[in-house]
């Protein structure tokens, strides 16, 4: 893999920018607090069944906390 490559891979997990902040963040809260209620109303609009909305929306709140655990670790939010 080139060195441009990985230089531009790190770039995206780059913390230094208050807008990337500020929009993992917002992704993180939204992942962790209304993704589950989400999840289960498009669920319930498009008639699946219970567990698989269940374990949609357990897996959304999973991702959402860790990116909060993510963001805590690279200090990102304090």
Do not use: C, Q
């Amino acid at each position: 893999m080139s060195d441009k490559s990985e230089t531009n891979a790190h770039r995206r997990f780059d913390l230094t920018s208050r807008f990337g902040k500020t929009i993992l963040v917002v992704l993180a809260a939204l992942f962790t607090f209304s993704g589950p209620y989400i999840v289960l109303m498009l669920s319930r609009a498009l008639d699946l069944d219970y567990a698989i909305s269940m374990a949609s929306g357990t897996a959304v709140f999973i991702v959402g906390l860790v990116l909060i655990w993510y963001l805590l670790r690279k200090r990102a939010i304090s």
